[in-house]
């Protein structure tokens, strides 16, 4: 069964330094999410990409963030200068169509920034 | 405003039945969401209403009301395995289908 798939599965990085979070959406999906979880908090929508451009993203989503979908299969998320605060699960996620309401999350990747 | 709303914490008995509410505020709707979530782990998907009335899935129920702004989640024949955080998602209006969350539901189930 295809899934959705990120690396890596823990990162743990200072504060003030660069970390890109990737992600591997189920082939032929079109819609790609990037959500949050700050431990013990609720699940944070960021953004929204398709069709190689970003469709929504939320206040959260700074000039400290950016998406990218450099080839055909990898979404990435970059925090260019990560704060203490930005310490959370990173969950992406895809859907298949328009149509589709369905969101298939990756496994998450821990953040932790000191 | 956005607003969903879930209880914090519930407790059960293996064997028994547990249903979990949901009431939700938003801008707009395209349906709802019941994802269950282990501690640091993805959300998984257990259930998907759009239009009112009850959707049956195995040991799984969700029910939706539009009118109300109200879902729940029925878990039957609860198994140990049950325990975890069960997060109710809407759909928010619009094309993009984001996700607004409320906070989930702890449940523990005891033997």
């Known amino acids: 069964e295809p899934e959705v798939t990120q690396t890596p599965s823990h990162q743990v990085t200072q504060m003030g330094q660069e970390v890109i979070l990737r992600c591997v959406p189920i082939s032929n999906h079109l819609y790609f999410y990037w959500y949050r979880q700050i431990l013990g908090q609720k699940v944070e929508f960021l953004v929204s990409f398709y069709n190689n451009e970003i469709s929504e993203k939320s206040e959260i989503f700074d000039d400290q963030f950016s998406v990218e979908r450099p080839d055909g299969s990898n979404f990435t998320l970059k925090i260019r200068s990560t704060k203490l605060e930005d310490s959370a699960m990173y969950f992406c996620?895809?859907?298949?169509?328009?149509?589709?309401?369905?969101?298939?999350f990756g496994p998450g990747t821990r953040l932790t920034v000191l | 405003g956005q607003n969903i709303d879930q209880p914090t914490e519930m407790t059960a008995t293996e064997g028994a039945i547990v249903q979990i509410n949901c009431t939700y505020q938003t801008s707009g709707f395209n349906g709802l969401f019941w994802y269950q979530q282990h501690a640091g782990e993805a959300p998984t998907f257990l259930s998907y209403?759009?239009l009112d009335g009850l959707e049956e899935k195995g040991r799984f129920s969700s029910f939706l009301s539009r009118s109300k702004g109200y879902s729940y989640l029925l878990l039957k024949e609860l198994q140990m395995k049950d325990s975890a955080s069960y997060l109710c998602a809407v759909i928010n209006a619009g094309n993009n289908r984001k996700l607004i969350w409320g906070l989930g539901t702890s449940l523990g189930v005891n033997p």
């Open positions: 996620a895809s859907r298949g169509t328009f149509l589709n309401n369905e969101q298939f």
């Open positions: 209403n759009v």
